[in-house]
Nanobody
Framework: QVQVVESGGGLVQAGGSLRLSCTASGLTFDDYAMAWFRQAPGKEREGVSCISWSGGRTYYADSVKGRFTISRDNAKNTLYLQMNSLKPEDAAMYYC????????????????????????WGQGTQVTVSS
């Protein structure tokens, strides 16, 4: 049984930092690319960042480039998202997802919008940014 669990969310002031973590079990973690998504109330789900199986390739939404860094530790089955210079518009529920339906270990060209390529999702961790 695959389990995906996020942690690390919380309340932070604008300009501050948070590091999200995501642990996946019940699968061979380094077989898959992984990604972070977010969804704010009343808004559509947004792809934030994706990372290949080895960590060698990373992709970011334009809205977070230069501020967020995705990384992974395959020995620990853990995915990270370091978020710096946080803005109020970054506030959302953040989800970790396994790119399980794209069986090449890399982020597909449509990773940020083709949610069906992600077969396993966590329950989310809330990020709140005060202005």
């Amino acid at each position: 049984q695959v389990q995906v669990v996020e942690s690390g969310g919380g309340l932070v002031q604008a300009g501050g930092s948070l590091r999200l973590s995501c642990t996946a079990s019940g699968l061979t973690f380094d077989d898959y690319a992984m990604a972070w998504f977010r969804q704010a109330p009343g808004k559509e789900r947004e792809g934030v960042s994706c990372i290949s199986w080895s960590g060698g390739r990373t992709y970011y939404a334009d809205s977070v480039k230069g501020r967020f860094t995705i990384s992974r530790d395959n020995a620990k089955n853990t995915l990270y998202l370091q978020m710096n210079s946080l803005k109020p518009e970054d506030a959302a529920m953040y989800y970790c997802a396994v790119h399980s339906q794209y069986k090449y270990g890399y982020c597909s060209a449509s990773w940020s919008t083709n949610f069906r390529d992600f077969g396993y999702w966590g329950q989310g961790t809330q990020v709140t940014v005060s202005s």
